[in-house]
Nanobody, 115 residues
Framework: QVQLVESGGGLVQPGGSLRLSCAASRSAFSITALGWYRQAPGQQREWVATITSGGHTIYADSVKGRFTVSRDNAKNTFYLQMNSLNPEDTAVYYC?????????RGQGTQVTVSS
């Protein structure tokens, strides 16, 4: 199993930045892929970005060029740097780890973009 704990959410003004963290209970190297997702009220969950164990990153078109996913292997922590935020980015953000053939999700962290 993998336990994931997200942090770093909050209230930010349009155009601002936030960095979300996802701390894993296992070595980052053991996680095949770590995805970030978000879910706004009344909407379906949306995939945002993924980083693989090999360091490959992919992004949804809606965040490409604004968001960056990364990891710190020494801390077993994954990050989502979010820049140029706009109100449409408001959602609960989750990290989702693929480990040993199963997916594990954290509890989520709220991001609100508002003036």
């Amino acid at each position: 199993q993998v336990q994931l704990v997200e942090s770093g959410g909050g209230l930010v003004q349009p155009g601002g930045s936030l960095r979300l963290s996802c701390a894993a209970s296992r070595s980052a190297f053991s996680i095949t892929a770590l995805g970030w997702y978000r879910q706004a009220p009344g909407q379906q969950r949306e995939w945002v970005a993924t980083i693989t164990s090999g360091g490959h990153t992919i992004y949804a078109d809606s965040v490409k060029g604004r968001f960056t996913v990364s990891r710190d292997n020494a801390k077993n922590t994954f990050y989502l740097q979010m820049n140029s935020l706009n109100p449409e980015d408001t959602a609960v953000y989750y990290c989702d780890a693929r480990f040993a053939g199963y997916n594990y999700r954290g509890q989520g962290t709220q991001v609100t973009v508002s003036s």
